[in-house]
């Protein structure tokens, strides 16, 4: 499956994103997707996750819990990171991913990469 995020942006402290990543080539309904995020320096890390079947479990870091959300729209082949109360330290260019099978928060799973969206958050 051939992944195609957008969304991201300038916003300041305080404000809301949406991310979307546009899926093409496959059944998208049978993938496992999540949305990953790597800063200046760091390595790639896990934000949320969703599971194949829309409505299915969902998965969050710690860091964003009540937060953001996630959502997939099979019939569209879309997901979305809604993402609200944005702070500085959510800056980092933000990656959707999808995998065949279970759902894990292990970036090395995930076959399918978008290309990277950059969000950042100024104070």
């Known amino acids: 499956v051939q992944l195609q995020a957008s969304g991201g942006g300038l916003v300041q402290a305080g404000g809301s994103l949406r991310l979307s990543c546009a899926a093409s080539g496959r059944t998208f309904s049978s993938y496992a997707v999540g949305w990953f995020r790597q800063a200046p320096g760091k390595e790639r890390e896990f934000v949320a996750g969703?599971?194949?079947?829309?409505?299915?479990?969902?998965s969050y870091a710690d860091s964003v819990k009540g937060r953001f959300t996630i959502s997939r729209d099979n019939v569209q082949d879309t997901e979305y990171l809604q993402m609200n109360s944005l702070k500085p330290e959510d800056t980092a260019v933000y990656y959707c991913a999808a995998r065949l099978g279970v759902f894990t928060i292990v970036p090395t799973d995930f076959a399918s990469w978008g290309q990277g969206t950059q969000v950042t958050v100024s104070s």
């Open positions: 969703i599971s194949w079947r829309a409505g299915s479990t969902t």
